[in-house]
C-alpha cells in the first residue's frame, strides 16, 4: 500500500505546532521524534522528521510528497514548489536589523556593510533590487551575534517575537517578507498520494476554519 510521505521539521519552532495540527485533523502518529519517520496507525500517511534546509530538495525530487514547512525556507530555496495552504501557525517575518545605536534611514544605508545571514540567495536577492552593495556572510545559526563579535555591521534574520533582536541590542530596520507555515507538494506526486494529499488538505482545512 502506498502512504503519503509527508515532511515536518525535525527539529527547531515549526516541529510541535505541525505534528499538533496532524493530531487535531484526527491523525495518530506512532512514535515520537528520536526516530527519522513514523506512521500514522490510522491514515495512509508517514511522516519523515527532516531538517529544514532540506525539505525543499526532497519534494523537488520526489522523496517526499508533501511537507510541512516555513515560506522563509521555501522562498530561500526556491524550487519552484506551490504552496496548497497556508496554516496560520509559527508566523514571523524576515528582517534587516542593526545596532540599536546605528544611525539608519533607508536601504541604502546597508552599502558597504556586511551582513550575517542564514538566508543568503534572499539577501542578495533584496540586495540586488534595491542596488545595494554589500557583503553577505553566511551563518547558519545564532546570527544575532555577528554584529556584537564584530563579524558583521547588520544581520537578517527571522524576527518572531523581537526578544532575541532585543537581548542582543539591535532594531529591525527593514522587512524583507512576512511568513508562516505552509503545506506544500511535491511535483512529482502520484496520482493516488495526490488523493490522500486531497483528503488531508480538506481535514486541515476544516480544522483551520473552526479555528478563526
Ligand atoms: C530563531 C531565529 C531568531 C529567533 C527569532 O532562532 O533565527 O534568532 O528565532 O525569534 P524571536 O523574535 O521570538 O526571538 P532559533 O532560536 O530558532 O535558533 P537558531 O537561530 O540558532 O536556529
Ligand atoms: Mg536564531
Sequence with gaps: MSNLKIAVQKSGRLHNDSMNILK???ISIDNGRDQLKAAANNFPLEVFYLRNGDIPQ??????VDAAIIGENVLIEKNQNLSVLEKL???GCRLSVALPKTAAYSGIQDLNGLRIATSY???VNA????HQVNAQVHIINGSVEIAPNIG???AIVDIVSSGSTL????LKEVAVLFKSEAVLVKS???STVQQEILDTLQFRLQSVLKARN
Design 166 to 169: 532585543f537581548k542582543n541590542n
Design 88 to 90: 496560520g501557525f509559527s
Design 126 to 129: 533584496f540586495l540586488r533590487k
Design 151 to 153: 563579524l558583521a555591521e
Design 187 to 189: 511535483p512529482k506526486i
Design 24 to 26: 487535531e485533523v484526527g
Design 58 to 63: 526532497y519534494l523537488a525530487d520526489g522523496v
Design 120 to 122: 543568503p540567495n534572499t
